[in-house]
């Protein structure tokens, strides 16, 4: 498209390491981040075991248009204690060796 209408001819991947050095994005619309922290509060309130990855989803379910890292990091501001503990977790059976050894 870009050569028959420009007459010029570029590879792909080429167009997109341009388009990214001159910042130039799809989503330009992002909702403000001041919006985003209200939802992720609002969302807070029924218990705070909740990632940012399923933080991101509901946001995008809701009409909010962001990216995972600022709700990562509005994630990290209200929430700092919950982050830190499940950033610790391993899950339930991380001691568990697949011989039944355990690692204790």
Not at 69 to 98: F, K, Q
Request: hydrophobic fraction near 35%.
């Amino acid at each position: 498209m870009l050569e028959e209408s420009h007459n010029i001819k570029m590879n792909f991947r080429s167009l997109e390491r341009t388009l990214c050095k001159n910042h130039l994005w799809r989503r330009i619309n992002k909702t403000d981040e001041s919006e985003v922290a209200s939802f992720i509060q609002q969302l807070q309130t029924s218990g705070r075991q909740h990632g940012y990855r399923w933080m991101h989803q509901k946001c995008w379910m809701a009409g909010i248009i962001t990216d995972r890292e600022t709700v990562r990091l509005l994630l990290c501001l209200m929430d700092g204690e919950g982050v830190a503990l499940r950033a610790s977790s391993r899950g339930p059976n991380y001691i568990w060796h697949i011989d039944g050894y355990d690692k204790g």
